[in-house]
């Protein structure tokens, strides 16, 4: 039995190691703003800083620290072991170690600051530095010079700058690079990079045997040349803009026309578009680049995360929850700009100034006023420049003739007063259709002859005299009956002061001689002529046929006096008998006011008279004239705006015009930015002053403040933050996207915080390469596509990725890159070839998302449920890319591959080991279905031997030792040689890159 080793917990380490001195100095120049500045930010300052100064110690400023505190100076210039702050983070004063909570400083942390201080302590900028703006991703740009390279024994040359950056550092930390890996592992590191495939045995061997000297590089022009590269790093972009097919959140409903963004994704890397278009394309591309379906469904970025649907469509902006969900919806918009093209966690601000880096809270809020008018909506688009100019055209045509029309209106409602507004209410209202309501109805009870007689009356409450009794007959879709249901076919209306009407009663019409017709929902009105009385009764003496049965109905009954007043509302209701249902039947909805098919205010044609007659008296006649000349040209432009083709759609930001009464947006308000408070503590219950749109004040070369006239669009700022974005002096819109290129390249970027420059961020470890990369892209036409090349084609890119203990020991992580980082697939990369080794990968590009899953109650919350959807289905043959992506239930087996959340921005994939990855890999129904396709591919090839070459060299794109061979045979001689291709999917040589 091996010996058992029992690991101490780790924040123990520093006690357990603890020595009377501090670890030794390191044998290098240390660097204070990449190494020493981020471990007194993260370990110090929140004690010893700008807001707290315990036992009167400050570290963020020189003059401060090396003034030392209340036990004397924090750092002594060229004495590392003796200053405070060395012996207090190291234990070598015992009785306390610093920080106080926590986790400790690390030995190589303490090591740099010892390092740092017996070198002199250098400050850069001295007192200068405390501007938190110097910090070093907040600096301009400036082009490095590139290092002179020096020839390292048996290694292979430099190939480009890169590798003087690189090999600069590798001298300074006495470490040297590795050997150039052979063209068969060089040809899969470029294959699954580039395009996230795997290459056929043929393609390798081609390769391999190509004894041109610029092979290599032509097979980096021609993957980079591959529809399927734009594929493969679309994947990378929306994983970091945490793009997603449904909303998440409660209800998680689909967004069918979100895939277009993703589209566009796919399409501009593949056409290599200029970075800085690229990004403004996302944030304003209709008004900076109209006309264009890019401009348009670009905009799928302000709308690539998840949205709250009971936030907005259930609860309105005036509710404290509407509010939230507001203010959180504006939030993500934010975040996912300022995180993804600039690298800082500008979220953090949005309760206060930011506690480390240079943001305002005001500066926040002020971002939030740039997205004030927009929503995550369905935006329509045309995908014919032409039909979009035409369509703008007549937008402004329309806008401008509302102005008017709005302009004139107000002339005339002032000339006309008050009296024109009461008459456009009740036009309005007499226009209204019959609203259909579930209190329509009186129903009696049922009967089995329909000469049983039936009554109800209303009691008017007092004797008085009546002009005329009106009937309206129900509406019942019963049996098909419809309009008229129940209404009798012979009956009498009675008015008496007799509540038994026995003593005496007046007749007002009587139709028991002869059935009568049914008049469906239409008002039957019959003249009183005065007659008086305090009850009214109607008396069915013939039911109307229901299925096998009889009954009588009515809507309501009216009772008007000379007046016009209706003395039944509301009256007291009796009856021979009553089905009591509410609220579809019952006696007191005879005298509730509602029937269908009721006039609601009168009568339409006489109102429209009374307002022609008004107008004619009160407004000016030109002023007439010019309202409807208005109006006329508003008609002809919606006429126009009708004839154009149906325009195409895509969620995105976007006006919204409103689509309920809670979540109507900005559109009814002609897309005016809602106002923007300054929120206390970030509550919406709490709001300050008003603030108007602006980026970050971070830069000393750009400022972040606006310069819009006040009259300017919606668009017209974001317009302005893109610009911003994008501007040469806004260094970190640079370096942010040249170090996430980088990071999907090496596994690790230059700072490997690839969202977070900021303070708490990491330091980056080649410094003047990442500002040279930076320069050079921004400078060079800003390609992708020329990156890539310049990156893949160093010697840092072209080496092994075997370790080395002695090199381990200075840089465990590679850091440094002294090799290639070994890297496993992640999960779209191995569904991908799975799929591609199998033969069964479609290739079909673009157009809506495929759905690995069956979706049950879809009405309300969709349930995606994958364990029921067949994987031999052709249909989700498709590239990962293409897939579904549902944020409240990932894909199972994706995600045990580390598939990233679509609910969350993901700069970086996790890269686990895990024996649930083994089972489902070997168990999966897809692994188990392309594991018999592969079989079923490689049949032809011969007997069980060459079959197996066959599929092993389809996988891993060699053929199998003797040994393998000779184990892969005999396992699929036992077992089938489906279940040898099950083996062959779970080798790590398929899962690893190299």
């Known amino acids: 039995m091996g010996r058992l080793v029992f690991l101490l917990p780790l924040w123990l380490l520093p006690f357990a190691t603890r020595a009377d001195e501090p670890p030794p100095a390191l044998a290098r120049r240390i660097d204070f703003n990449g190494e020493v500045r981020p471990i ?39 004495k590392g072991a003796e200053s405070l702050i060395v012996r207090l983070t190291s234990g070598a004063d015992e009785d ?5 909570k926590g986790g400790r400083l690390t030995a190589e942390q303490i090591a740099i600051l010892r390092t740092w201080i017996d070198q002199g302590a250098e400050w850069p900028g001295g007192d200068a530095d405390d501007d938190p703006r110097h910090w070093w991703s907040l600096r301009p740009l400036v082009r490095p010079d590139v290092p002179a390279t020096t020839a390292f024994v048996d290694r292979p040359p430099a190939r480009n700058p890169i590798d003087a950056f690189v090999r600069a550092k590798l001298r300074d930390r006495g470490l040297k ?47 980079l040349a591959s529809p399927r ?21 409660d209800k998680d409903q689909p967004r069918p026309n979100a895939w277009r963004y993703r589209d566009y994704v796919i399409r501009a890397f593949n056409a290599d578009k200029p970075y800085g278009r690229f990004v403004a394309e996302q944030v304003a591309g209709d008004v900076l680049f109209p006309d264009t379906v890019d401009g348009a469904t670009a905009l799928g970025f302000l709308a690539a995360g998840p949205w709250d649907f009971i936030g907005h469509v259930e609860l309105p902006e005036t509710k404290i929850d509407g509010k939230v969900a507001r203010h959180l919806d504006r939030d993500d918009m934010i975040a996912n700009t ?84 009461e008459l456009d209410r009740r036009i309005a209202e007499a226009g209204k259709p019959a609203v259909e309501r579930p209190e329509y109805g009186y129903h009696s009870a049922l009967a089995n002859e329909a000469d049983s007689l039936r009554w109800i009356q209303v009691d008017l409450g007092r004797t008085a005299a009546v002009e005329r009794v009106a009937l309206w007959g129900c509406r019942d879709d019963f049996n098909g009956i419809g309009a008229g249901f129940g209404f009798p076919v012979r009956y009498k209306v009675e008015i008496s002061d007799d509540p038994t009407f026995q003593l005496h009663a007046t007749t007002v019409a009587d139709r028991t001689e002869a059935d009568a017709p049914n008049p469906g929902t239409a008002s039957q009105t019959f003249a009183a002529r005065g007659a008086r009385g305090r009850y009214v009764r109607v008396t069915a003496t013939k039911l109307a046929e229901r299925l ?31 089905i009591e249902a509410p609220p579809r039947w019952r006696a007191a909805n005879l005298v509730d006011g509602y029937a269908p098919g009721r006039e609601r205010a009168g009568d339409l044609a006489t109102l429209n008279a009374e307002r022609d007659d008004l107008l004619a008296k009160a407004v000016d006649p030109a002023v007439r004239r010019a309202l409807a000349d208005a109006e006329d040209a508003l008609r002809r432009v919606e006429a126009d705006r009708a004839k154009l083709p149906k325009p195409a759609v895509v969620y995105a930001g976007t006006v919204y015009n409103g689509g309920s009464a809670s979540f109507r947006g900005t559109g009814p308000d002609g897309g005016k930015p809602r106002p923007i408070h300054l929120l206390n503590r970030g509550d919406v219950r709490t709001p300050g002053k008003e603030v108007g749109p602006a980026a970050l004040n971070v830069f000393t070369e750009l400022p972040g403040a606006f310069d819009l006239p006040s009259d300017h669009r919606e668009s017209d700022r974001r317009a302005a933050l893109a610009r911003w974005l994008i501007d040469d002096h806004n260094p970190l819109a640079w370096r942010t996207i040249v170090n996430r290129v980088w990071q999907y390249h090496f596994g690790r970027g230059i700072v490997a915080t690839p969202s977070d420059f900021g303070r708490m961020g990491q330091a980056p470890t080649h410094p003047e390469l990442l500002d040279w990369l930076a320069v050079e892209f921004r400078d060079g036409g800003q390609s992708i596509k020329a990156l890539h090349r310049l990156i893949v084609t160093s010697a840092a890119y072209r080496q092994v990725s075997t370790g080395d203990s002695a090199a381990e020991a200075v840089d465990v992580d590679n850091a440094y890159l002294w090799r290639m980082s070994r890297r496993k697939l992640e999960a779209e990369a191995v569904r991908d070839s799975v799929l591609s080794v199998a033969g069964r990968l479609d290739p079909t590009m673009y157009g809506p998302a495929f759905q690995d899953f069956v979706v049950e109650h879809p009405e309300h919350s969709p349930h995606y449920e994958y364990d029921l959807q067949n994987p031999d289905d052709p249909k989700i043959d498709r590239r990962s890319i293409y897939r579904f992506l549902a944020r409240s239930k990932p894909q199972p087996f994706m995600t045990v591959l580390d598939c990233a959340d679509p609910s969350m921005q993901v700069e970086k994939r996790n890269e686990t080991v895990s024996p649930l990855q083994a089972l489902a890999l070997y168990n999966n129904g897809l692994m188990l279905t392309m594991a018999r396709h592969l079989a079923e591919r490689v049949e032809p090839a011969g007997g069980p031997a060459e079959q197996v070459d066959r599929a092993f060299a389809l996988a891993v794109g060699r053929s199998p030792t003797p040994d393998e061979r000779s184990a892969l045979e005999a396992y699929a001689r036992e077992h089938g040689l489906p279940a040898a291709c099950r083996v062959i999917f779970n080798l790590n040589e398929f899962m690893f890159v190299d």
């Open 338 to 421: 300022i995180n993804t093209f600039v690298g800082l966690t500008v979220q953090c601000a949005q309760c206060h100034n930011h506690k480390f880096d240079p943001i305002a809270q005001e500066d926040y809020y002020r971002l939030q006023a740039v997205f004030a008018a927009i929503d995550r909506a369905d935006r329509p688009f045309y995908d014919d420049p032409a039909v979009s100019h035409k369509a703008r055209e007549l937008l402004a045509r329309r806008d401008q003739a509302e102005a008017e029309r709005h302009r004139l209106r107000e002339a005339v409602d002032k000339a006309a007063g008050p009296a024109l507004a």
């Open 177 to 223: 690079p590795s050997p150039e890996a052979d063209r068969r592992t060089l040809a899969r590191r470029l294959w699954f990079d580039l395009i996230g495939l795997p290459p056929s045995p043929e393609e390798i061997d081609a390769f391999v045997a190509d004894d041109d000297p610029v092979a290599y590089e032509k097979l980096v022009d021609r993957l």
């Open 96 to 100: 306390r170690v610093m920080p106080p």
């Open 548 to 578: 096998n049965d009889y009954n009588f109905a009515l809507a309501e009954l009216e009772v008007f006096d000379g007046t016009g007043a209706n003395l039944a509302a509301g009256a007291k209701v009796s009856a021979l008998d009553s």
């Open 40 to 78: 007194l930010t993260a370990h110090c300052l929140a004690c010893h800083g700008p807001d707290k100064q315990k036992g009167s110690l400050r570290l963020d400023r020189k003059a401060d620290a090396f003034k030392g505190g209340d036990e004397g100076a924090a750092i002594v210039a060229g």
């Open 229 to 249: 590269y734009g594929e493969r790093w679309a994947r990378h972009w929306l994983d970091v803009v945490h793009y997603g097919d449904t909303h998440g959140y």
